[in-house]
């Protein structure tokens, strides 16, 4: 079936232009992840929705950086003002959390990500 | 001290080569477990759960030890595209916040 998307693929901006990214997660997948990987570094966790509700924000670096989702489906990553330390790949992530318990509920899979060059 | 650490690698092995990585975490309230692989500019992929009984899927075998907050995965007879870096993740004691915490990788280069 399809999986996550996510759009542009690649993004080329000014510094401080602001940039929109995309994500589709996989259809009936209610919780949808953003995270971030800079060059050379980790996965760095963002934004988590559980339907259109964003229970957990705390990894937002920073009040130039906002994200909603609208109808529990897709979702967009705002950074306003862009620096060049914004530069890295988004991913988006979606998962099914079940009620059974276990490692079954955080299960996530990830989209191709999006990457961001800010000159 | 990182939340998840991971030998970086690069680990060099020939093919046919059985190979380990290890994990270690902080936190011991920690409670769900993976490993994804990640290819070269590539997305993260799920390899596989952890689970505390251990569990294997064809030639490869996760080992978690809460008592150590230690995690492994064991790769056997290995091939060429096997060939990745491979991402220790866990979840935090939170099941408010079901983010995954994900160590640096360890790169694995198959050789021919």
């Known amino acids: 079936g399809a999986g996550v998307s996510q759009s542009p693929s690649n993004k080329v901006t000014e510094k401080g232009k602001d940039v929109e990214l995309r994500c589709d997660p996989i259809?009936?997948?209610?919780?949808l992840y953003w995270y971030r990987q800079s060059l050379g570094q980790g996965l760095e966790f963002l934004i988590y929705f559980q339907g259109n509700s964003a229970p957990d924000k705390s990894g937002l670096p920073s009040d130039r950086f906002s994200a909603e989702r609208t109808g529990g489906s897709v979702s967009t990553l705002t950074i306003q003002r862009t620096q060049q330390e914004d530069s890295a790949v988004y991913l988006c992530?979606?998962?099914?959390?079940?009620?059974?318990?276990?490692?079954?509920?955080?299960?996530?899979?990830f989209g191709p990500g999006t990457r961001l060059t800010v000159t | 001290r990182k939340e998840v650490e991971q030998d970086p690698g690069p680990f060099n092995v020939p093919e046919g080569a059985t190979v380990a990585f290890n994990c270690t975490y902080s936190?011991?309230?920690?409670?769900?477990f993976f490993w994804y692989r990640q290819d070269c500019r590539k997305e993260p992929k799920l390899l596989m759960s952890?689970?505390?009984s251990g569990n294997e899927d064809g030639r490869f075998t996760a080992q978690l030890n809460r008592a150590s907050q230690y995690i492994s995965l064991l790769i056997r007879d290995s091939k060429l595209s096997d060939s990745a870096t491979y991402l220790c993740?866990?979840?935090?004691?939170?099941?408010?916040?079901?983010?995954?915490?994900f160590g640096s990788g360890t790169r694995l280069q198959v050789q021919p």
């Open positions: 259809s009936g997948h209610t919780a």
């Open positions: 992530a979606s998962s099914q959390p079940g009620t059974s318990g276990g490692n079954h509920n955080y299960e996530q899979y």
């Open positions: 993740v866990v979840t935090g004691p939170d099941t408010g916040r079901r983010a995954l915490t």
């Open positions: 936190n011991s309230a920690s409670q769900s």
């Open positions: 952890v689970y505390s």
